[in-house]
T-cell receptor, first 116, second 118 residues
Framework: GAGVSQTPSNKVTEKGKYVELRCDPI?????LYWYRQSLGQGPEFLIY????????DSGLPNDRFFAVRPEGSVSTLKIQRTERGDSAVYLC??????????????FGPGTRLTVL | AQKVTQAQTEISVVEKEDVTLDCVYE???????LFWYKQPPSGELVFLIR??????QNEISGRYSWNFQKSTSSFNFTITASQVVDSAVYFC???????????????FGTGTRLTIIP
């Protein structure tokens, strides 16, 4: 079946601009995660959705970052007033876990964001 | 706080050699999960294994094997008879429970870049 998809694959923007990154999880997966991977580092957690709600947003670096998942499927990560330090690969993952269970996270190919 | 250490930044071996990637973790949780992911040059993280903290039996899957030792907080990964296609960055990860939910976010190590020389 189809895996996690992310669009765009690459995004180049100028400092101060607004960007949106999209994630389409595996069909039926209720849990969705966003991670950020800087060059030479492992992915770092940003936010977790269970269904439509953001259950844990403790990894968002500041209030310029925001994410939504209005219908419990596709999610959009939004970054306002981008800064050069936001340049990284943004990874999305989904899992089939429901309440009270845990399951393996499957990752998408990522969006490489470059802020000039 | 959760922490995963992959002390080997880069490893190069000649094809057909065996290679072991080290992973040491820190956690206060009594129940947790450990993972290994592979990140080939294409960039997508590929799931390899998930291991429950209560199951310390070693696992073998083809040329891959994993050694989980709770006493030393290690979860090492061995590739036997390495192949060029094994060249990638490998990440070890530890589950970090999300309060009041059954799911976990993952804490990753910094990865080990493995190069298999033909």
């Amino acid at each position: 079946g189809a895996g996690v998809s992310q669009t765009p694959s690459n995004k180049v923007t100028e400092k101060g601009k607004y960007v949106e990154l999209r994630c389409d999880p595996i069909s039926g997966h209720t849990a969705l995660y966003w991670y950020r991977q800087s060059l030479g580092q492992g992915p770092e957690f940003l936010i977790y959705f269970q269904g439509t709600g953001a259950a844990d947003d403790s990894g968002l670096p500041n209030d310029r970052f925001f994410a939504v998942r209005p219908e419990g499927s596709v999610s959009t990560l939004k970054i306002q007033r981008t800064e050069r330090g936001d340049s990284a690969v943004y990874l999305c993952a989904s899992s089939s876990s429901g309440w009270g269970n845990s399951d393996t996270q499957y990752f998408g190919p990522g969006t490489r964001l470059t802020v000039l | 706080a959760q922490k995963v250490t992959q002390a080997q930044t880069e490893i190069s071996v000649v094809e057909k050699e065996d290679v072991t990637l080290d992973c040491v973790y820190e956690t206060r949780d009594t129940t947790y999960y450990l993972f290994w992911y592979k990140q080939p040059p294409s960039g997508e993280l590929v799931f390899l294994i998930r291991r429950n903290s209560f199951d310390e039996q070693n696992e073998i899957s083809g040329r891959y094997s994993w050694n989980f030792q709770k006493s030393t907080s290690s979860f090492n990964f061995t590739i036997t008879a390495s192949q060029v296609v094994d060249s990638a960055v490998y990440f070890c990860a530890l589950s970090d429970p999300i309060s009041n939910f059954g799911n976990e976010k993952l804490t990753f190590g910094t990865g080990t870049r493995l190069t298999i020389i033909p």
